[in-house]
């Protein structure tokens, strides 16, 4: 494994739409606003960015930890050794056609209901009161009210 430093270097070289923060207190990314911090805390906005950033931590072999929005996360105190790549920042929610619903892993659930309400969409009403983002799903089929 390599230095922090190290990860940090080759992760600004790998990806320029990506924030990187070292020694992060998770606590800041928990909604029981607990926890200690990670060595290196990632936040990609892209698909490629995410991509770029997972490919540099699986050569350098850094353990990683994937997050979205901390909803019913418990961290240590002693924190998290490695990385942890939270999905947050990539919350985009496209309506195709035909009720398709394409949205990013960082994604509230309760923002892509309202959106299909607002489209009038039907399919995605469960989802209005859960708090936690979609994560790797993606897509939702809903249809015509």
């Known amino acids: ?8 270097a080759l992760l600004q070289e790998a990806e320029s739409d990506i924030e990187i ?6 606590s800041r990314h928990t909604t029981f606003a607990i926890g200690g911090p990670a060595d290196v805390f990632i936040q990609p906005k892209t698909v490629g960015a995410l991509q770029n950033a997972l490919r540099c931590l699986r050569q350098t072999e850094t353990p990683y930890l994937m997050v979205g929005n901390g909803s019913n996360m418990l961290v240590s105190d002693a924190g998290v050794r490695g990385a942890v790549v939270c999905t947050s920042e990539m919350d985009h929610i496209a309506v195709g056609t035909r009720g398709r619903i394409t949205a990013g892993a960082g994604a509230l659930l309760s923002a892509i209901a309202r959106r299909a309400q607002r489209e009038g969409l039907t399919g995605a009403e ?20």
């Open 21 to 26: 923060y070292e020694n992060e207190p998770m």
């Open 1 to 8: 494994m390599v230095t922090t430093q190290e990860l940090i």
């Open 126 to 145: 469960f989802a209005g009161g859960i708090p936690r983002q979609l994560g790797g799903r993606g897509i939702y089929e809903c249809r015509r009210v």
